[in-house]
């Protein structure tokens, strides 16, 4: 609304009033009758399903109102959005859609100084979704969907920063890993394995500290008030 968009108070009041109609003391501890439960599910849905929508329709108009005017007509922007009063570096995993008409096996991403960013690979193949044109109308957008790590820094509070997507029609096989052996996780800070009983044993390196036996459950019978 700060940008001139109508403020959204009733679906804000709406998404609210039933978020707090599950305040409960039974429907919160999950000890009300199942009929309750699925009640409560229902208005918890409703809530974040309204929440969602308000969101995407908030970056939306936040996203055209980026100047763009030095961009060519194909070129491929991404926003990252920081809604935290302070500013942020972090590993952020995303999913770019990019035409399937480019042929793109791999990507370039360039920070808005037009520097290299680094970043790995998930994932990458064909695949599809609805869009809504200037018109709002949906139609069919077919894509290559590739799932990807970037390490964005100094993301500013409250705001946002950009990048370019350049499509690369060759492979690009990013071979580094946290996974130095099988079961085990390690970088400069931390080296992490994961036992046969699944508890985690932990090296701090920075520290010269050793925990075993982490996130063991004990799982026993209890007899409570509920």
């Not at 409960?24 to 439960?37: I, L, Q």
């Amino acid at each position: 609304w700060l940008e001139g968009v109508d403020y959204p108070k009733p679906y804000l009041d709406l998404a609210w009033r039933y978020l707090l109609s599950n305040h409960t003391h039974d429907a919160n501890a999950g000890c009300a009758s199942d009929d309750v439960t699925l009640d409560v599910q229902y208005r918890y849905r409703q809530s974040r399903g309204l929440s969602e929508s308000l969101v995407q329709e908030g970056l939306k108009e936040l996203v055209c109102k980026i100047d763009t005017r030095q961009s060519k007509p194909d070129d491929i922007h991404l926003a990252l959005f920081n809604p935290l009063p302070m500013e942020r570096d972090e590993v952020i995993h995303i999913t770019l859609d990019l035409p399937e008409r480019l042929g793109a096996k791999s990507v370039v991403i360039t920070d808005s100084q037009g520097n290299p960013m680094d970043y790995r690979w998930r994932k990458a193949g064909p695949d599809g979704l609805f869009v809504d044109n200037k018109w709002n109308v949906p139609q069919t957008f077919l894509s290559t969907r590739m799932q990807i790590l970037i390490y964005a820094k100094s993301i500013p509070a409250m705001g946002y920063e950009t990048f370019r997507v350049i499509p690369k029609a060759d492979p690009d096989r990013r071979s580094g890993s946290l996974m130095p052996s099988a079961n085990t996780l390690e970088n400069e800070f931390l080296r992490i394995e994961v036992a046969g009983n699944g508890t985690l044993a932990v090296v701090d390196k920075e520290r010269k500290a050793e925990y075993w036996g982490l996130g063991y459950l004990q799982d026993q019978g209890e007899a409570g008030n509920a």
